[in-house]
């Protein structure tokens, strides 16, 4: 079992090399990422006082109201509903364009990716105040409807214009992976299928769509995330009529009055749940299909 | 596939550096300033005497976005020499909740009148001393000794508001003088999607208190579902739950009656700088049944490191002139009596007409105040909201 003290030294040295690579990061993770969740998840089982004072007394008041009051019950499925249709209608606009771009000659798919990539250059609260812009009562389209003597629409605060901000701030994220697994997709396969007597639908069906799964998976983690906790797009597009987590939890912290943090604190830890659950599944649908 | 992969990172990349920004509140904010300040006064003889040696070279001043004209700040430097550096919130909560973890930095802050007794109650702020603040005869001792602050032994009155009904007399020929413009559905129903109501816990469900005939601060379960459920029935016929750019929304034509600040309300009537243009049809009034008075107070904080200069700065903001220019700029209304002959005729008019308090309105207004009940707001709020 021994080794000879020079082998020995060896891995002594590997060990320091692989320590002294990993701490930096490590020490980011924890310092930034961990403490600050342990910060939460105390506060989550903290009592709220009457100023909006955090009180060090343990309670598991905070998760009790909020699977059991259903106006926060509500927020959460209302919430999962709204990231879901978002994250469908980005797959269903986001795999024809990320195919479409991948069929493209070489030459052409970079300038076509970076197109995708253009809006972010621009920040995001400033490209939704544009929507407002376009879909306001005296706006771009209403405007342009009314020119041509056409009845004007109600189109700005409405649940389908906060849909369309998700959708139109998401969609990006979607396109990408799909473009990635999409490209490693060897498009001989498809023929092959139709040689061996496959539509075209059931050839993409049963060969094209397992194969680019991993990309499927991967852009719906990457839109459903961000959309559950959301809170711009309802206020901007939606008119703050309704609540969704994330505006819950930004009101429960900095506009409440007197402001919750506890109840707050259990509310994020709840979704991170929530998140964390969906992350494993996609975890395991992906290795699974690679095996 | 490596290509494909470095494509993804980068758009990544980019994406978390585009979506960093908080959204906070909008740009154009209810705040913001008319253009024509009469020019600030000439003279620093009123502030007494001044140890300059014990002045700091700068002060934090912690402050409400767009609720100071830049322009007195940079007088404060020419005088005295000491720049004045200014951090915005959006919210007491946001600023309680920094000010509360101690060592913030800041000297001055701007809570508004429950936020001040929270911070009493808290002990977060600096006892005035009030023989340094020779200037605090000028204030209209109507506005002092409120309850958040009875003896003002922290606060000094800043700047106020009234909160009532904003609405294009283009739209209401006949005026506006009720509540039921905004909660009668069967009047609403005639220009739906044209109205929009505050988005604030406190304030819309208390209109709807108001309109019931009831107090602000009621918190009579019976009461608040009666209220609840005209919010909820108002609900389909609002344009939108807005805070933020009432004062645009209403100057454009895209609201014709609005639940909003007065001073939103006379930079809609007035324009806002060169930003927008207003519109003179806009109209500010406090229905019959009541509407809602607040202030925000500057208070020293208990640990500010320069709490000399903060009085000297204090007192500088309390010069009649000082007081009517910033007041001109914000559109808000100036506690300090002796600024009121100063500001221009226009403003005084709006003052005279129902933007600030009045003979005619100062009897239907009410403070809101908090209480240990009062967080049945924050769920009845949580329940309009969810509908």
Redesign the interface.
């Given at each position: 079992m021994a080794l000879n003290p020079a082998q020995d030294e060896l891995q002594r040295r590997e060990r320091v090399r692989l320590a002294g690579l990993l701490a930096p990061g490590l020490l980011w993770l924890i310092l930034f990422f961990a403490l600050p969740l342990v910060v939460i998840l105390i506060y989550s089982f903290m009592t709220n006082g009457?100023?909006?004072?955090v009180v060090f007394q343990p309670t598991l008041a905070n998760y009790i109201t909020l699977f059991t009051k259903s106006?926060?019950v509500?927020?959460y499925l209302?919430s999962i509903w709204a990231s879901l249709l978002t994250t469908l209608i980005c797959l269903l606009l986001g795999y024809p364009l990320a195919l479409f771009i991948v069929r493209q000659p070489a030459r052409w798919r970079t300038p076509l990716?970076f197109l995708?990539?253009i809006p972010?250059?621009?920040?995001?609260?400033v490209r939704i105040?544009a929507w407002q812009i376009i879909l306001?009562?005296?706006g771009l389209i209403n405007s342009s409807l009314d020119a041509l003597g056409l009845p004007t629409i109600?189109l700005?605060?409405t649940e389908g214009a906060t849909l369309l901000g998700l959708v139109y701030g998401e969609l990006?994220?979607m396109v990408?992976?799909l473009?990635?697994a999409i490209?490693?997709f060897d498009f001989t396969l498809l023929e092959a299928a139709a040689d061996l007597g496959a539509s075209r639908w059931r050839a993409f069906l049963r060969v094209m769509l397992p194969m680019t799964m991993p990309g499927v998976a991967a852009g719906s983690v990457?839109v459903f995330i961000?959309t559950l906790g959301q809170?711009?797009v309802s206020?901007?597009l939606g008119?703050?009529?309704?609540?969704y987590l994330g505006?819950?939890i930004q009101?429960?912290?900095?506009?409440?009055?007197?402001?919750?943090w506890p109840l707050g604190s259990a509310m994020a830890m709840v979704m991170m749940l929530v998140l964390l659950v969906l992350i494993l599944f996609y975890f395991r649908a992906t290795t699974e299909d690679d095996r | 596939?490596k290509?494909?992969?470095h494509?993804?990172a980068?758009?990544?990349l980019?994406?978390l550096?585009?979506?960093g920004?908080a959204?906070a509140a909008?740009?154009g904010n209810e705040y913001g300033g008319a253009t024509d300040a009469p020019a600030g006064g000439e003279t620093a003889a009123t502030d007494g005497e001044v140890d300059r040696s014990r002045l700091s070279g700068e002060l934090y001043f912690y402050n409400w976005s767009d609720y100071v004209d830049p322009a007195i700040l940079e007088q404060f430097q020419e005088e005295y020499g000491v720049e004045v550096i200014v951090d915005t919130y959006?919210?007491n909560?946001?600023m309680?909740?920094k000010v509360?973890a101690g060592n913030s930095g800041y000297d001055i802050v701007v809570p508004s009148d429950?936020a001040v007794q929270?911070m009493a109650?808290?002990d977060l702020g600096l006892p005035l001393d009030k023989s340094m603040l020779t200037n605090w005869t000028h204030l209209d001792p109507e506005l002092l000794g409120q309850y958040f602050d009875e003896e003002n032994a922290i606060s000094v009155p800043y700047l106020l508001g009234l909160t009532g009904i904003a609405y294009n007399t283009e739209a209401f020929p006949e005026g506006v003088d009720s509540w039921a413009a905004m909660f009668d559905t069967a009047q609403v129903a005639n220009y739906q999607?044209?109205l929009?109501m505050l988005?604030d816990?406190?304030e819309t469900p208390g209109a709807a208190l108001k309109y019931l005939g009831k107090s602000l601060n009621e918190t009579d379960p019976a009461a608040l579902e009666e209220a609840q459920a005209l919010l909820i029935a108002q609900?389909p016929l609002?344009?939108?739950?807005?805070s933020a750019d009432v004062n645009r929304k209403l100057a454009?034509?895209?609201y014709v009656i609005a639940h909003a600040w007065s001073g939103t309300a006379m930079q809609a009537r007035n324009g806002l700088g060169d930003e927008f243009s207003g519109n003179p049809a806009i109209t500010f009034v406090i229905p019959k049944e009541g509407g809602t008075i607040w202030m925000d107070n500057l208070v020293i904080l208990k640990d500010s490191p320069n709490a000399y200069t903060a009085h000297v700065f204090i007192n500088f903001l309390l010069r009649p002139e000082i007081a009517a220019q910033n007041a001109e700029y914000v559109g808000y209304i100036t506690p300090n009596q002796d600024a009121v002959p100063l500001l221009s005729q226009e403003v005084r008019d709006l003052y005279d007409a129902g933007y600030a308090p009045t003979d005619e309105n100062i009897d239907r207004l009410e403070w809101i105040v908090?209480?240990?009940s009062?967080?049945a707001?924050?769920?009845l709020w949580?329940?309009v909201?969810?509908d």
């Amino acid at each position: 079992m021994a080794l000879n003290p020079a082998q020995d030294e060896l891995q002594r040295r590997e060990r320091v090399r692989l320590a002294g690579l990993l701490a930096p990061g490590l020490l980011w993770l924890i310092l930034f990422f961990a403490l600050p969740l342990v910060v939460i998840l105390i506060y989550s089982f903290m009592t709220n006082g009457p100023r909006g004072n955090v009180v060090f007394q343990p309670t598991l008041a905070n998760y009790i109201t909020l699977f059991t009051k259903s106006i926060y019950v509500n927020a959460y499925l209302r919430s999962i509903w709204a990231s879901l249709l978002t994250t469908l209608i980005c797959l269903l606009l986001g795999y024809p364009l990320a195919l479409f771009i991948v069929r493209q000659p070489a030459r052409w798919r970079t300038p076509l990716l970076f197109l995708i990539l253009i809006p972010f250059w621009t920040n995001f609260l400033v490209r939704i105040y544009a929507w407002q812009i376009i879909l306001a009562n005296n706006g771009l389209i209403n405007s342009s409807l009314d020119a041509l003597g056409l009845p004007t629409i109600t189109l700005l605060n409405t649940e389908g214009a906060t849909l369309l901000g998700l959708v139109y701030g998401e969609l990006p994220f979607m396109v990408l992976p799909l473009y990635a697994a999409i490209d490693r997709f060897d498009f001989t396969l498809l023929e092959a299928a139709a040689d061996l007597g496959a539509s075209r639908w059931r050839a993409f069906l049963r060969v094209m769509l397992p194969m680019t799964m991993p990309g499927v998976a991967a852009g719906s983690v990457l839109v459903f995330i961000p959309t559950l906790g959301q809170f711009v797009v309802s206020e901007l597009l939606g008119g703050a009529k309704v609540d969704y987590l994330g505006n819950l939890i930004q009101r429960l912290f900095l506009r409440s009055n007197p402001p919750d943090w506890p109840l707050g604190s259990a509310m994020a830890m709840v979704m991170m749940l929530v998140l964390l659950v969906l992350i494993l599944f996609y975890f395991r649908a992906t290795t699974e299909d690679d095996r | 596939m490596k290509k494909a992969i470095h494509w993804l990172a980068l758009g990544l990349l980019l994406a978390l550096a585009a979506c960093g920004g908080a959204p906070a509140a909008s740009p154009g904010n209810e705040y913001g300033g008319a253009t024509d300040a009469p020019a600030g006064g000439e003279t620093a003889a009123t502030d007494g005497e001044v140890d300059r040696s014990r002045l700091s070279g700068e002060l934090y001043f912690y402050n409400w976005s767009d609720y100071v004209d830049p322009a007195i700040l940079e007088q404060f430097q020419e005088e005295y020499g000491v720049e004045v550096i200014v951090d915005t919130y959006d919210s007491n909560e946001d600023m309680l909740a920094k000010v509360r973890a101690g060592n913030s930095g800041y000297d001055i802050v701007v809570p508004s009148d429950y936020a001040v007794q929270t911070m009493a109650i808290e002990d977060l702020g600096l006892p005035l001393d009030k023989s340094m603040l020779t200037n605090w005869t000028h204030l209209d001792p109507e506005l002092l000794g409120q309850y958040f602050d009875e003896e003002n032994a922290i606060s000094v009155p800043y700047l106020l508001g009234l909160t009532g009904i904003a609405y294009n007399t283009e739209a209401f020929p006949e005026g506006v003088d009720s509540w039921a413009a905004m909660f009668d559905t069967a009047q609403v129903a005639n220009y739906q999607g044209k109205l929009s109501m505050l988005e604030d816990e406190r304030e819309t469900p208390g209109a709807a208190l108001k309109y019931l005939g009831k107090s602000l601060n009621e918190t009579d379960p019976a009461a608040l579902e009666e209220a609840q459920a005209l919010l909820i029935a108002q609900k389909p016929l609002l344009a939108a739950y807005n805070s933020a750019d009432v004062n645009r929304k209403l100057a454009s034509g895209e609201y014709v009656i609005a639940h909003a600040w007065s001073g939103t309300a006379m930079q809609a009537r007035n324009g806002l700088g060169d930003e927008f243009s207003g519109n003179p049809a806009i109209t500010f009034v406090i229905p019959k049944e009541g509407g809602t008075i607040w202030m925000d107070n500057l208070v020293i904080l208990k640990d500010s490191p320069n709490a000399y200069t903060a009085h000297v700065f204090i007192n500088f903001l309390l010069r009649p002139e000082i007081a009517a220019q910033n007041a001109e700029y914000v559109g808000y209304i100036t506690p300090n009596q002796d600024a009121v002959p100063l500001l221009s005729q226009e403003v005084r008019d709006l003052y005279d007409a129902g933007y600030a308090p009045t003979d005619e309105n100062i009897d239907r207004l009410e403070w809101i105040v908090r209480d240990e009940s009062t967080s049945a707001f924050t769920d009845l709020w949580t329940v309009v909201k969810g509908d």
